[in-house]
């Protein structure tokens, strides 16, 4: 089709009707929203309890799994994949899709772990301890005593499942080795597992200290992660808005430390942090403070602060939670309003998508690894809800909108426009062939950070310089390293080697 010299090239686009469906508008930008999939109630013996964690499982073969802990101390599974009518009764529903529940602790359980390929998952209670189970038999296989308050999160080491790392209402993170298991049993005959290292006092302000007019400041560690380099921890605290990395080969001071706002005055400085979560590459890093933001740092430029936030949500108790999606396209919050907001990553200053279902306050929210935009919410109302992302196209044209199918079209068809419609093939038979043929046009997908092939060598092998009364077995000598935290000198030292190959930035 000739067109005039005085149109633009955009024009020239539009004309040509890139997209050709019959009977179908032309495709100018793709939409992105959520859809409720599903509702769970949570209760047990007819009685409604409160949610407080949730947690996919992270393999592909149990990806559809959802634990669930509460108030009561319960864990329960549910099988995500089932749907029913919107019309039908979502409390019988719930009972269908529950796979099975047990009580965990005689306290309020605030966290779970997935471990050991999804056979076994920890749990992290009000009475200051940890346990670990299997899932399939519902029995406790190790109990973790150490802390000295509530349990309030738990990480395992990215490639070493053995390892885990926890922190506590007492202020103190600690680190564990499951196979070195003490000879002493709890009064239930469990067996101990004591903590092999740690830090007392990880988050304490003697800003919070001074203004608070005499008020013990709080010491809560209310987040940790283990970050994907294999030796370095995160962690975050409810009396600032200081996050934290240590070296777990070396314990006595951080590697380094930031804040929304280094220069900021203490007034300012003094928002707790409710939750940080990491992406599947973990380049990325969320932290979601009291300051009603979602702050996201890139962990190669630390000192820089963090590179954007995101803010609409109210978040006002530690209860309410935070995460990014494994591949770092969205992040989900809670929010203290009853509603649930999703961000774009690539557009912070865009509205959020508001998911609007609960009654309560909507606490803790997870992503699903398995299946992309897949999400659960858990809120005070006593339910859970489970979303999936949906793509439409939007009929609206706009300027932006042809811009961005321009930049969609290959360069070899670029080319052909810019020169008067002559064409360039590599062969004399593709110069024959429809565009489409030799261009299949394929919906654009979010730009996801690239994975990380992380070698075995590099494992937390490990060594702290063991002081506790724990005795190890023969087996656990044998398959647990002589130190967790000493590894060799040839493995990478700090999270900026781990991505020095990594050249991706926001």
Same mark, same amino acid.
């Given at each position: 089709m000739d067109t005039p010299s005085s149109h633009s090239l955009f024009t020239h686009i539009a004309s040509r009707e890139l997209f050709r469906v019959p009977k179908r508008p032309r495709m100018d930008g793709f939409v992105s929203g959520f859809n409720e999939t599903g509702l769970l109630a949570v209760q047990h013996n007819a009685q409604h309890t409160i949610p407080l964690s949730l947690s996919f499982c992270k393999t592909s073969k149990f990806g559809h799994i959802l634990a669930v802990s509460d108030e009561e101390g319960y864990v329960t599974l549910f099988d995500t994949r089932r749907k029913f009518p919107v019309t039908s009764n979502f409390e019988e529903n719930s009972e269908k899709v529950k796979i099975c529940d047990w009580v965990s602790h005689h306290n309020a359980v605030f966290d779970t772990c997935w471990n050991k390929e999804d056979t076994?998952?920890?749990?992290?209670?009000?009475?200051?301890?940890?346990?670990?189970?299997?899932?399939?038999?519902?029995?406790?296989?190790?109990?973790?005593?150490?802390?000295?308050?509530?349990?309030?999160?738990?990480?395992?080491?990215?490639?070493?499942?053995?390892?885990?790392?926890?922190?506590?209402?007492?202020?103190?993170?600690?680190?564990?080795?499951?196979?070195?298991?003490?000879?002493?049993?709890?009064?239930?005959?469990?067996?101990?597992?004591?903590?092999?290292?740690?830090?007392?006092?990880?988050?304490?302000?003697?800003?919070?200290?001074?203004?608070?007019?005499?008020?013990?400041?709080?010491?809560?560690?209310?987040?940790?992660?283990?970050?994907?380099?294999?030796?370095?921890?995160?962690?975050?605290?409810?009396? !600032?808005?200081?996050?934290?990395?240590?070296?777990?080969?070396?314990?006595?001071?951080?590697?380094?430390?930031?804040?929304?706002?280094?220069?900021?005055?203490?007034?300012?400085?003094?928002?707790? +942090?409710?939750?940080?979560?990491?992406?599947?590459?973990?380049?990325?890093?969320?932290?979601?403070?009291?300051?009603n933001r979602i702050y996201l740092y890139n962990t190669l430029q630390l000192e820089k602060g963090p590179l954007k936030s995101f803010?609409?949500?109210?978040?006002?108790?530690?209860?309410?939670?935070?995460?990014?999606?494994? !591949?770092?396209?969205?992040?989900?919050?809670?929010?203290?309003?009853?509603?649930?907001?999703?961000?774009?990553?690539?557009?912070?200053?865009?509205?959020?998508?508001?998911?609007?279902?609960? !009654?309560?306050?909507?606490?803790a929210v997870d992503?699903?690894?398995?299946?992309?935009?897949?999400?659960?919410?858990?809120?005070?109302?006593?339910?859970?809800?489970?979303?999936?992302?949906?793509?439409?196209?939007?009929?609206?044209?706009?300027?932006?909108? +042809?811009r961005r199918r321009v930049m969609a079209i290959p360069s070899i068809e670029c080319k052909m426009l810019l020169n008067n419609g002559k064409r360039y093939s590599k062969t004399n038979e593709d110069a024959f062939l429809p565009y489409d043929a030799l261009h299949p046009i394929t919906s654009p997908t979010p730009i996801t950070p690239p994975k990380m092939n992380i070698s075995e060598g590099n494992q937390l092998s490990s060594g702290l310089d063991l002081n506790a009364s724990s005795e190890k077995t023969p087996e656990s000598a044998l398959k647990s390293p002589s130190s967790v935290l000493n590894p060799p000198s040839s493995l990478k030292r700090t999270i900026r080697d781990y991505f020095l190959a990594s050249s991706r930035t926001l």
């Open positions: 076994q998952i920890l749990t992290a209670s009000g009475d200051q301890t940890i346990k670990l189970w299997d899932v399939q038999e519902q029995k406790c296989l190790g109990l973790l005593t150490g802390h000295t308050g509530s349990v309030k999160s738990m990480c395992s080491h990215p490639t070493n499942s053995d390892i885990i790392v926890s922190g506590s209402r007492d202020g103190s993170f600690r680190i564990w080795d499951l196979r070195c298991k003490s000879t002493a049993k709890s009064r239930c005959g469990e067996v101990s597992i004591c903590s092999m290292g740690g830090v007392k006092g990880a988050h304490i302000s003697s800003q919070a200290r001074r203004t608070r007019r005499g008020r013990a400041a709080s010491m809560s560690i209310t987040s940790v992660l283990c970050l994907k380099d294999q030796v370095s921890i995160a962690t975050a605290g409810a009396v !600032d808005s200081v996050l934290k990395f240590w070296d777990t080969r070396n314990l006595k001071s951080t590697v380094t430390q930031t804040s929304p706002s280094p220069q900021s005055t203490e007034k300012q400085t003094l928002h707790g +942090i409710s939750s940080l979560s990491q992406d599947e590459s973990g380049l990325f890093l969320s932290a979601s403070c009291m300051d803010s609409g949500c109210r978040i006002e108790s530690f209860f309410v939670k935070s995460a990014i999606s494994p !591949d770092a396209s969205n992040i989900v919050s809670g929010s203290s309003d009853g509603n649930a907001y999703v961000w774009k990553v690539d557009k912070p200053l865009e509205d959020p998508t508001i998911l609007k279902s609960h !009654d309560g306050e909507v606490t992503w699903c690894s398995s299946e992309i935009g897949k999400l659960a919410t858990c809120s005070d109302d006593f339910t859970v809800r489970t979303w999936n992302k949906n793509s439409y196209v939007s009929s609206t044209q706009c300027a932006s909108a +042809i």
